[in-house]
């Protein structure tokens, strides 16, 4: 059964760390019921120094998991654990913050020693926001580097698989939440389909070009989000262009959101903002979810 087009995000031009200017497609209380498990997705780019390399200087995160797909550029990242490094186009990292951790995310011109296509001053990417359920809200932290994303060609254009599985092309990244998520990179020339569990959460932003989700509908410009209904298994997409998929099992549990740091309940919001206060933020409870 194919799957209808429930509803439609824009999402609004914002700034958010030290004042990089990014695009948001939906985050926020208004939008978790629509997208759960998806908390959040930003797109930033910029061909402008200023708009981007204040960055996101040292934060705390709790009871989510943050992914970052970098397009264009590089980032240099660092967290409390000890992880540290640079990731380049076509790679991503994949950080549960569960109990707690501080990390920054610089953004960073090219490297003018690499044989780059773009301009070596343009930066762009994306980064999603993940919650976790309850009972691995304070799983200890887990970071990984994704260096290599499998990427295949077939007759509807390329696909980059992150996590999940398309047509035997596995992600490396490995997650053993209940919420299962698939994320697809998929550059389109022709008409691409997919299929995902029922009850699933299915989205889809048009990062680049134009792209038709429903016959019915007028082809969606970059900017959009398509919500899916969750029934059905098939999705449908044709067109030109470039689409992140997302997929996931919706937790439905209740959302307590303050900046950085979700979790179920306000109490649990006073807990954490209390251990800010008492530099006890960042702690180990042996609980694992490994990726």
């Known amino acids: 059964m194919r799957r209808k087009v429930e509803g439609l995000i824009q999402g609004k031009v914002t700034r958010d760390g030290a004042g990089v200017k990014l695009y948001r497609v939906f985050g926020g209380l208004e ?14 780019g910029s061909n402008k120094f200023e708009e981007y390399i204040m960055g996101f200087p040292w934060h705390p995160h709790r009871g989510i998991e943050t992914v970052t797909l970098l397009y264009k550029g590089k980032v240099e990242h660092e967290d409390s654990e000890g992880n540290k490094g640079v990731i380049y186009p076509g790679q991503a990292q994949w950080m549960t913050a569960g109990s707690g951790i501080f990390h920054q995310e610089m953004p960073k011109p090219m490297d003018r020693t690499f044989n780059y296509p773009y301009d070596p001053n343009t930066v762009s990417g994306l980064q999603l926001w993940i919650n976790l359920p309850a009972n691995l809200k304070m799983t200890d932290p887990v970071y990984k580097d994704v260096k290599q994303i499998p990427k295949e060609e077939f007759d509807f254009g390329t696909i980059q698989v992150l996590s999940g599985e398309y047509k035997g092309l596995v992600g490396p990244v490995r997650v053993k939440s209940p919420v299962d998520p698939s994320y697809y990179d998929v550059e389109l020339h022709g008409e691409f389909n997919a299929s ?10 048009v990062v680049e070009g134009k792209v038709t989700a429903e016959e019915s509908l007028p082809p969606m410009p970059s900017g959009n989000l398509i919500v899916f ?13 470039r689409v992140i998929i997302l997929a996931g099992r919706p937790l439905y549990e209740p959302v307590a959101w303050y900046g950085p740091i979700v979790m179920n309940t306000r109490e649990q919001i006073y807990e954490a903002l209390d251990d800010l206060r008492k530099g006890t933020f960042v702690k180990k409870t042996g609980l694992r979810e490994d990726v």
Do not use: M, N, Q
Not at 231 to 238: A, D, R, T
């Open 31 to 44: 939008t978790v019921d629509i997208t759960d498990p998806f908390l959040l997705l930003d797109f930033f």
């Open 196 to 205: 995902f569990k029922h009850g699933y959460t299915i989205l889809a932003f």
């Open 229 to 241: 209904s969750r029934e059905g298994e098939e999705i449908k997409l044709s067109g030109e262009g």
